[in-house]
């Protein structure tokens, strides 16, 4: 997969929205040396609102991957859904320190969204991935079936009693 293809050159457009798509799979991913999931399949919406002195990238995508799950590491299918509103602008050099700004160069006539995507895909991703059949309990798996055996018991709590221990009513007393 070529990084060229998701150049935008936007200096033969005229002012107003243009539509962007693009098709994110598992090359992609490599080419950035992410291995975290496989099987991607991400379709990209992107709008380019174009002005006069600066321009508008708003980019939505939707897809699926199969990662392993957290807890079993049994692989399952995870819907992603992402969204991106990034303003480009034109100045005296190229900069994209700002998540939510891109400067370029006067003289400029294209970007590439690449890492955009890239960046907007892996961060849509959540901290913890639980397989939805753990979380309903339809999930069969051997490790499932460990982890339920090393559970830490419940231990049942002492009846109180109403006797005192002759040790502490000395304390009771300072109450009063």
């Avoid at 060229?4 to 991913?29: M, T, V």
């Avoid at 890239?118 to 309990?137: A, C, F, N, W």
Wanted: charged share 30%; hydrophobic share 35%; glycine share 6%.
């Amino acid at each position: 997969m070529k990084l060229k293809d998701f150049d935008i050159s936007f200096i033969g457009l005229k002012q107003g929205n243009h539509e962007f798509e693009y098709e994110l799979n598992d090359l992609f991913f490599e080419h950035f040396g992410f291995n975290e999931f496989c099987n991607s399949e991400i379709n990209i919406q992107a709008t380019l609102a174009k002005g006069s002195t600066m321009m508008e990238l708003a980019v939505k995508g939707n897809g699926t991957v199969e990662v392993n799950c957290d807890l079993t590491n049994e692989p399952f299918e995870m819907n992603l859904n992402s969204t991106l509103d990034l303003v480009i602008k034109f100045g005296e050099e190229y900069n994209d320190e700002d998540d939510e700004l891109l400067v370029l160069p006067h003289g400029e006539y294209q970007f590439n969204v690449a890492q955009y995507l890239y960046e907007m895909t892996v961060l849509s991703l959540p901290q913890k991935r639980i397989h939805p059949g753990v979380e309903d309990g339809s999930l069969e798996s051997p490790l499932l079936d460990k982890l339920e055996d090393l559970k830490p018991k419940i231990v049942e709590e002492k009846e109180e009693t109403n006797e005192s221990d002759p040790r502490w009513d000395a304390l009771k007393d300072l109450l009063k």
